[in-house]
Nanobody
Framework: QVQLLESGGDLVQAGGSLRLSCAAS????????TGWFRQAPGKQRESVTT???????NYADTVKGRFTISRDNAKNTVFLQMNGLKPEDTAVYYC?????????????????WGQGTQVTVSS
């Protein structure tokens, strides 16, 4: 089964740091664009940051200069280093990936979502 598994969410104080990880597993031939989204209570899911297979990154204005996305292509893993956390960063963080993979008799492009990991920043 092709899936994304996230880890690293926690409760931290404002100004603290966290590092999220997202590992893709299964019969994956290629991982294209990957990214992190977040959803706060009562709000829509929003894009936080993305990274292409060649390492080109994009960040939401709200996290520029504080968050850094990176990836280990050999391990099909993407990371999100979050520094200078603020209470408004509190949300469930979801990993997203566009992959080429094989699953249940199908081979081709797929969009995967992780199960989400909770990040809570206290003031």
């Amino acid at each position: 089964q092709v899936q994304l598994l996230e880890s690293g969410g926690d409760l931290v104080q404002a100004g603290g740091s966290l590092r999220l990880s997202c590992a893709a597993s299964g019969s994956i031939s290629r991982v294209n664009v990957t990214g992190w989204f977040r959803q706060a209570p009562g709000k829509q899911r929003e894009s936080v940051t993305t990274i292409t297979s060649s390492g080109i990154t994009n960040y939401a204005d709200t996290v520029k200069g504080r968050f850094t996305i990176s990836r280990d292509n050999a391990k099909n893993t993407v990371f999100l280093q979050m520094n200078g956390l603020k209470p408004e960063d509190t949300a469930v963080y979801y990993c997203n990936a566009a992959v080429v993979a094989s699953s249940r008799g199908y081979f081709g492009s797929m969009e995967l979502w992780g199960q989400g990991t909770q990040v809570t920043v206290s003031s």
